[in-house]
C-alpha cells in the first residue's frame, strides 16, 4: 500500500470524522495564553465545530480521527472493518503538529479526537489521551480538546482523557438495547452505560474535590455528551425521546446529539435502504430544547408525536403538543405563569422573560407581545392580551391550517 502523507490522511480522516455530530465547543472552563504562557484559548462561543464568539469571530474545531481502521464490524458504520473503504492513521505527534500548526494560522481554535479502534479498545485509548496529554503537557496547549471514549477501554484511561480533555463523549450508538444488539453486536449497552455512570462519578468528585482545594485537577470540565443514530432500526421518535431524558436523568449528560443514518456503500442488508428524512433529525433537537429549557417533561415531550410515535414533520414539537391539548389554551400573557407561556408555540425562553418582566408594571396588548416575537400570527390563537381574546380562533376546529408553515415551491432557476 502507498505511502500516504500527512496532507492525503488529512483528506481521509477529515472526512470520515463528519458522521460525528458530538462536537460542540461550548461549556468548558476560561483558559487563555494572555499572560505570555502556552499557546490557545477556550474564549470561544456556543455552536459545533463552528462557533461565533461574542466579538463575531468565527471559532471552529479541528475534528479528525485518528484512524478510520477498526476492529469492529458495525453494520451502520463507514469504517466497519468489512466496509471498503480508503483506510489511514495519523500518529499521536502528527496529531499534535497538525492541532498546534492549524492553531497558529488561526484555522481552529480547538481539537475533537475520536477514532476507529486499532489493536485493541485499550491500545487505542492510550494513543487518543496520549495526543491531549501531549498537548497540554509539552505544549502548554490551552485551547478547547473534545475526546471520544474508545468502547470497553480500561476506566483509568478512560479517567486519564478526563483530566485533559475539557470535554468527554461516550456514544450510546442506538436508541434500543435489540437495535445495539442488531447492528452493532460487538458493543455492550450494560458496558457502555457502565462507563458513563463512572464519568460521572468523576466529574462530580473532582468538582466536589476543586471546592475545597484550589490545586485540585479538573475533570471534563464540559461534562460528557452522547450520541444517538436516528433511522437505522424501529425505534420512534417517542422512544428516542424517552432513551435521551434517561440519559439525561441518570448520567447528567450536557448533550445528546442526533445524527439521522445515512446509507454508506456496501450497505448490509439489515439497513434501511433510505436516510430518514433530515427534518426528522431537527424535530428531535427539537425535542430535546423542550426537555433542557422549555420545562417540558419527557412525557408531555412524546405527547407531541403521532399515534405512530414519530414527531410530526411539517410543524415544530411544541405547536403539536399545543394542538393536542387545546383545552389548556388559550393562555393569559398578563396573569399566567412561567410554566403556561412557555408552552404557547411561538414565545421563547427570552420572550418569556420579557413579558414576566414587563407586566409587572403595565397589562401588555398583542402589539407588545408581536415586537417580542417572529410571527403573531402563529401565537394569536393560543394567547390572550389586554386587547385581544381569540373567541373565534379559540373555537375553530381547524386550527393547524391557520398556524402550520405554508409549503412553498422553491424556483428551479431562482
Not at 222 to 227: E, F, P, R, V, Y
Not at 252 to 270: Q, T
Not at 354 to 378: E, H, M, N, Q
Amino acid at each position: 500500500m502507498a505511502q500516504l502523507d500527512t496532507r492525503q490522511k488529512l483528506e481521509i480522516l477529515a472526512d470520515a470524522a463528519k458522521y460525528d455530530a458530538s462536537c460542540a465547543s461550548s461549556g468548558s472552563v476560561k483558559r487563555d495564553s494572555r499572560g505570555g504562557k502556552g499557546i490557545g484559548s477556550t474564549d470561544q462561543g456556543m455552536g459545533i465545530c463552528h462557533a461565533y464568539a461574542p466579538d463575531g469571530r468565527c471559532i471552529s474545531l479541528l475534528k479528525i480521527l485518528l484512524t478510520n481502521s477498526c476492529i469492529f464490524d458495525c453494520h451502520y458504520c463507514i469504517n466497519r472493518k468489512s466496509s471498503n473503504v480508503r483506510r489511514a492513521r495519523f500518529t499521536t505527534d502528527e496529531v499534535v503538529q497538525l492541532t498546534l500548526a492549524f492553531y497558529r494560522r488561526n484555522y481552529i481554535e480547538g481539537l475533537f479526537l475520536s477514532s476507529g479502534i486499532i489493536r485493541s479498545s485499550n491500545y487505542t485509548m492510550e494513543q487518543i489521551v496520549e495526543v491531549a496529554r501531549s498537548l497540554r503537557e509539552d505544549h502548554d496547549f490551552r485551547g478547547y480538546i473534545h475526546l471520544k471514549t474508545i468502547p470497553d477501554a480500561d476506566p483509568e484511561l478512560v479517567h486519564q482523557a478526563g483530566l485533559y480533555a475539557d470535554r468527554v463523549s461516550i456514544n450510546v450508538e442506538l436508541p434500543t438495547v435489540s437495535g445495539l444488539k442488531r447492528l452493532a453486536p460487538e458493543k455492550s449497552a450494560t458496558r457502555i452505560e457502565g462507563a458513563m455512570a463512572a464519568t460521572k462519578a468523576d466529574i462530580l468528585d473532582t468538582a466536589d474535590a476543586k471546592k475545597r482545594y484550589k490545586s485540585a485537577a479538573r475533570f471534563a470540565p464540559a461534562g460528557q455528551s452522547t450520541q444517538m443514530i436516528v433511522g437505522a432500526d424501529a425505534a420512534t421518535d417517542r422512544d428516542i425521546v424517552g432513551r435521551a431524558a434517561g440519559l439525561y436523568g441518570k448520567f447528567g449528560l450536557r448533550r445528546v446529539y442526533y445524527s439521522a443514518f445515512s446509507p454508506i456503500p456496501d450497505a448490509s442488508a439489515v439497513l434501511p435502504l433510505k436516510r430518514p428524512p433530515l427534518m426528522r433529525e431537527h424535530r428531535l433537537y427539537q425535542s430535546d430544547w423542550l426537555m433542557r429549557f422549555y420545562e417540558f417533561s419527557p412525557q408531555e415531550v412524546a405527547d407531541a408525536a403521532d399515534e405512530t410515535g414519530m414527531m410530526p414533520l411539517d410543524i415544530d414539537p411544541k405547536l403539536a403538543w399545543a394542538l393536542k391539548h387545546r383545552a389548556r389554551f388559550p393562555v393569559d400573557v398578563n396573569r399566567a405563569p412561567r410554566e403556561m407561556l412557555l408552552r404557547v408555540p411561538g414565545l421563547g425562553t427570552r420572550a418569556v422573560g420579557k413579558i414576566l418582566a414587563a407586566r409587572r408594571w403595565r397589562r401588555l396588548s398583542l402589539a407588545d407581545i408581536g415586537r417580542l416575537t417572529v410571527s403573531i400570527a402563529k401565537i394569536r390563537p393560543f394567547l390572550i392580551a389586554s386587547d385581544w381574546r381569540p373567541v373565534v380562533l379559540a373555537d375553530k376546529l381547524d386550527v393547524r391550517t391557520l398556524v402550520a408553515p405554508k409549503t412553498e415551491q422553491m424556483e428551479l432557476f431562482g
